[in-house]
């Protein structure tokens, strides 16, 4: 490791959420100096704001990129929870998808199929099945999906650890620094001005969620990140009730082959109208419970859509009618990373020197950060791009802003 003067650095990391601070952990296991910078605290935005679910359905028999964000992350968090000696409330609970319609049913049931030829864990349950291991769920629903292998966590506690342990590898972890220059200079190192003075960095990290655009923009480039706002609501802390995550059928199917057109697809409303209900949610180890599923563009504004907590609301009670009878004790909202084609943006910029970014991790970003942080690091420490990051390539959408 090169001898650094005290605001010198190897790689400097923006975003103090769980895929910037994934990324420095990693980059520290591998023995380089790194310094993360947050300009809040960690976990201030989305990582921290979010369900708390983790999604996976297995490695299938040809895994993508998919499989390795999500069957990777998986077992990161198995690590920080088991071998870490990090409590963040990890439980590998396994998830419940409710049908509601025959059409849900069809479409379910087909992919179902299809992804257990593939290789995936993936079961359909009858109504029945599914109350023996969710005994609150309604008896009105047709079907549920069953995937044993989804999980849940406690997204502040957890992405905290993440920045914990990195410190215990030797990264440098800033937070309420916010940056406000960015400068490449001719040897392709940079000069990062933040509100506690200059860092210079020989190569930078952009994983500011929902703001790598404007990041991007102090360099030239453009870096098509839209902001997505979700927004969740909790009842008060009540004895153990839900034991998986749940979520539900109607997004999914409403989703089926949606491009987005140019814009984010999966969306829950389009054009200022509401194109479809989404639904997810579990019950934290505090016990409150907690739901969400609107995902609207609606700039950097993080206020509150109170008609659309209460359609959410509406249909968890569907799903769980329980639910009726507890009042809603708090609500709040984030904003989420979406990429035009959805997919995420991982890797090197090939516009300018020794530049990464990871975000587009879309409502996602919990339960895939962790291994899109670990597989940057391995490119960025290796010099060769995993080969499962081929479909994140940032070259495909980050431009010249001119």
Not at 181 to 204: F, H, K, N, Q, V
Not at 357 to 362: D, H, K
């Amino acid at each position: 490791m090169p001898v650094l003067e005290k605001n010198e650095t190897e790689v400097l990391v923006i975003g103090g959420g769980i895929a910037g601070a994934s990324t420095a952990y990693h980059l520290a296991r591998h023995g380089r100096a790194v310094t993360l910078v947050e300009r809040g605290g960690i976990a201030s935005e989305a990582s921290g704001v979010n369900a708390g679910s983790i999604g996976s359905i297995g490695w299938g028999d040809e895994p993508d990129l998919q499989s390795y964000l999500t069957m990777g992350s998986l077992q990161i968090f198995k690590t920080l929870q088991l071998d870490a000696g990090c409590d963040i409330e990890f439980r590998q609970s396994g998830s419940l998808q409710a049908i509601q319609t025959e059409a849900q049913y069809d479409f379910i049931r087909d992919k179902v199929l299809r992804l257990r030829s593939e290789g995936y864990s993936i079961e359909l349950l009858s109504t029945r099945e599914a109350r023996a291991v969710e005994p609150k769920a309604s008896p009105d629903m047709l079907g549920f999906a069953l995937s044993p292998f989804r999980a849940q966590a406690d997204p502040v506690k957890a992405t905290q650890a993440f920045a914990a342990v990195a410190r215990r590898e030797g990264a440098v972890v800033l937070t309420h620094r916010e940056v406000t220059t960015l400068r490449e200079a001719g040897d392709g190192s940079y000069r990062i001005g933040t509100s506690e003075g200059e860092l210079r960095a020989g190569a930078l990290v952009i994983a500011a969620g929902a703001w790598c655009g404007p990041i991007g923009e102090m360099l030239g480039l453009r870096i098509p990140i839209v902001p997505v706002r979700g927004q969740m609501w909790a009842t008060g802390s009540v004895s153990p009730s839900v034991y998986h995550t749940i979520s539900a059928a109607e997004s999914e199917l409403q989703w089926h082959g949606d491009a987005g057109d140019g814009t984010p697809p999966d969306l829950t409303h389009r054009d200022g109208r509401r194109v479809t209900r989404h639904l997810y949610g579990r019950q934290t180890r505090q016990g409150e419970i907690v739901f969400g599923g609107d995902r609207q563009s609606a700039g950097f504004d993080k206020a509150v859509d109170t008609d659309g907590i209460e359609v959410n609301r509406g249909q968890a009670v569907e799903v769980l009618p329980f639910l009726s009878r507890l009042p809603i004790e708090r609500t709040w909202a984030g904003l989420m990373p979406f990429s035009p084609d959805g997919k995420p943006i991982i890797g090197r910029i090939p516009l300018r020197k020794n530049l990464y970014v990871v975000t587009g991790l879309a409502s996602s970003g919990f339960g895939r950060g962790p291994m899109a942080g670990k597989l940057l690091a391995d490119y960025i420490h290796s010099g060769h791009m995993p080969q499962p990051l081929a479909e994140a390539d940032p070259a495909r959408c980050v431009t010249d802003a001119g």
